[in-house]
């Protein structure tokens, strides 16, 4: 009887070893082999980043310092992260020197810069190398520009969340639109832990266009916001594209807290839109100011929920269900929108409810767009992205729908259930094989120590089966030949 206590204990500790491992590799995501991340410098107020790298200074305006990348024992690469069609990065060195840097986020094919660099390398389809010859006391500036189509065009989606499947459909799509640039306006993940947002690194990796994005609820839940500002860069930004300025806000935290956007930021948005004036102005950001739905209730979560466990469940799974989805606080609601319009603004692009909803207040046009792949629990939603027409005179929305669950609640929920079945599994496929292998061998070991009780009698129902198939066989014969 001990020989079977200590294999199951055995098998316990095999199943707590590998679990151990398993969760020690979703919580150490790594950008790449030989990377090091470099603390996040970034001031908002002039879109520069600085990192002084062994007695060279390099800064980067519309965009961040990422990390240092060890190739070999001989050679370190700086990477700088663009949040701009246009980033500029000065390097200031007191000697002689060669500096290997990389810039992701921009699109090889369409990036040309002021400088002639002859060792401009190509290391995947959103990341350029090149070596910068430094002398003494000489700073060198390189500007980099997006080359453009006359009639420019934006893809704007949001929510994609842990809908994998659409999202990858939505970026194949992408690559063969074409277009300048794609914005995320916020929940690129369902949970800010690190497997998460390595899935998401990896679902995007095939894009071929620069990715700019915002930060969603669900993207600083369990401690994402570290993990994102690594990856993507600073909460909020601003860049100038052609004659439009483009501006990126972080409302992540209104869903739980009374305050979706920090006074902080409020500054720092006022004084953007006053130097932006003149120009064609877009706002994006993940939460709504104020809800275009009707019959909505209030959003209790600030508070204690007053409705049953199950519907809290349901409500937090669900980015369409019928609780306000827009800034708790009703103030700040019509301080944002009194800021849009009286800077003019163009377009505010939120996401949050998924589905898209196109609205004027204050005349200024809100537009929702939050079908990206999150799940769908509500009529009239669909799967979708929005590709922005820029002419000089307007810009125009195209939507564009994909396969969408039916039409009908049952369906929906039936959907999202598979969505969250299927992307559990994708998130945690080692862990979860992991438990299904050690729950299969405590069923086997339990059988095991049990045989003498089920034996016997399953060779009595196997005796009794044979019987009964042998004994059908011959009155079916007797049958036949009676005919």
């Not at 999202?167 to 639109?177: K, L, M, R, T, V």
């Not at 799974?317 to 989805?325: M, P, V």
């Amino acid at each position: 009887m001990r020989k079977k206590w200590l294999v199951l204990i055995l098998l316990i500790i095999g199943l707590g070893v590998t679990s151990a491992f398993i969760l020690h590799s979703y919580k150490n995501f790594k950008v790449q082999q030989g990377f090091v991340p470099i603390p996040l410098s970034f001031d908002p107020y002039t879109s520069v980043s600085s990192y002084d790298w062994n007695g060279n200074l390099v800064s980067i305006q519309g965009g961040f310092v990422k990390g240092k990348i060890s190739e070999n024992s001989n050679r370190e690469s700086l990477l700088l992260r663009s949040l701009s069609p246009t980033p500029l990065i000065t390097f200031k060195s007191e000697t002689e020197k060669s500096c290997n840097v990389r810039l992701e986020n921009v699109n090889p094919a369409q990036i040309k810069t002021n400088d002639s660099i002859g060792n401009l390398e190509t290391i995947d389809p959103h990341t350029i190398a090149f070596t910068v010859d430094l002398q003494a006391n000489q700073p060198k500036t390189i500007q980099f520009e997006l080359t453009t189509d006359e009639n420019p065009e934006v893809i704007m989606l949001g929510d994609n969340r842990n809908g994998y499947g659409t999202f990858s459909q939505i970026i194949d799509q992408i690559n063969s639109i074409k277009p300048a640039f794609v914005v995320d306006n916020g929940d690129l993940v369902y949970g800010g832990e690190p497997n998460r947002y390595r899935l998401f690194y990896e679902t995007i990796s095939k894009l071929q266009v620069p990715l700019y994005t915002t930060l969603g609820n669900h993207d600083i839940r369990e401690n994402g916001l570290p993990i994102y500002t690594g990856l993507f860069g600073p909460a909020y930004y601003s860049f100038d594209y052609l004659q439009n300025h483009f501006i990126f806000l972080d409302s992540s935290r209104g869903w739980a807290e009374k305050t979706a956007i920090s006074p902080e930021q409020y500054r720092w948005l006022e004084s953007d839109l006053q130097k932006a004036q003149g120009k064609r102005i877009f706002v994006v950001s993940h939460i709504p100011p104020t809800d275009p739905r009707s019959n909505v209730t209030p959003n209790t979560y600030p508070e204690s929920p007053k409705t049953s466990t199950l519907q809290n469940i349901m409500n937090k799974l669900s980015g369409t269900s019928n609780i306000d989805h827009a800034f708790n606080d009703k103030d700040e609601s019509k301080k944002f929108e009194d800021l849009m319009t009286k800077y003019k603004v163009d377009t505010v692009f939120l996401s949050h409810i998924h589905s898209f909803y196109s609205f004027v207040k204050g005349n200024v046009r809100y537009v929702i767009t939050g079908g990206a792949g999150a799940e769908l629990l509500s009529k009239g939603s669909e799967y979708h992205y929005i590709r922005v027409h820029i002419t000089e005179e307007e810009n125009y929305l195209e939507i564009v729908e994909l396969p969408s669950p039916p039409n009908q609640i049952i369906d929906r929920y039936w959907a999202a259930a598979q969505l969250f079945i299927s992307s559990t599994y994708k998130e945690y496929s080692s862990l979860v094989v992991a438990i299904g292998i050690f729950i299969a061998l405590i069923v086997a070991w339990i059988l095991w120590v049990l045989r003498q009780q089920w034996w016997p009698f399953l060779k009595k129902l196997g005796r009794w089966i044979y019987e009964v198939i042998r004994l059908s066989i011959l009155k079916y014969k007797e049958i036949v030949r009676g005919k």
